[in-house]
Every structure is written in C-alpha cells, then in structure tokens.
C-alpha cells in the first residue's frame, strides 16, 4: 500500500503563484508515472500534467507553459507550480502514483485563485 500526502493549495489572487507537493510514502516498490489531475466543481477531472521516472513530462495543452511539474524519485515526491494563476485554476488537485500495476491517489488539495 502506498499513501500519497498533499499540501500546498490555498487562496491566491489571479497571477499568484503556488506549489503544491505529494508526497509517497509506505509499502512502496518502484513508482512509476506519478502526476496531477485537478477537479473543479462544475466540471470532470482532467489530467494537468505527468511525469515518468525517467523525467519525462506530459501536459494537457492548455496548462502547457502555464504549469510546471517535477519529481525527486529519491524523495517519491512530486510537485506542481504555477507562476501565475487564474481563477479557472480554482479546483482540487489531486496527484496521483502509479506502482505494481495501482494507482494510488492523494488527499486532494484545494486551490482557490480569487481577488
């Protein structure tokens, strides 16, 4: 079993910046593709970003240039930034694992872009 620890969310003002962080921790063997999808409240989940062991990155195109993702496999954590948000980045994030053929999810993490 493997947990996944977020932290980071919060309120920011539209063209703040924020990074979150996720964190795996437990029963793990080697993780493989670990990333990003954000839930807003109106809408279904769509993937952010991901990133292979190797460090190879994948965005959805609209967060492409906007979001920058990142990982330490020595650390089994991942990050997100965003240098300048948007109030249509206000979502829950939820970063996610992928490990012995499971994926393992984080908590979730809000992130409220508002004056």
């Known amino acids: 079993q493997v947990q996944m620890v977020e932290s980071g969310g919060g309120l920011v003002q539209p063209g703040g910046a924020l990074r979150l962080s996720c964190a795996a921790s437990?029963?793990?063997?080697?993780?493989?593709?670990m990333g990003w999808f954000r839930e807003a409240p109106g809408k279904g989940r769509e993937l952010v970003a991901d990133i292979s062991r190797s460090g190879a990155t994948h965005y959805l195109d609209s967060m492409r240039g906007r979001f920058t993702i990142s990982r330490d496999n020595a650390q089994n954590t991942i990050w997100l930034q965003n240098d300048s948000l948007k109030p249509e980045d206000t979502a829950v994030y939820y970063c996610?694992?992928?490990?012995?053929?499971?994926?393992?999810w984080g908590q979730g993490t809000q992130v409220t872009v508002s004056s």
């Open positions: 996610y694992a992928d490990e012995g053929g499971n994926r393992y």
């Open positions: 437990g029963s793990i063997s080697r993780l493989d593709v």
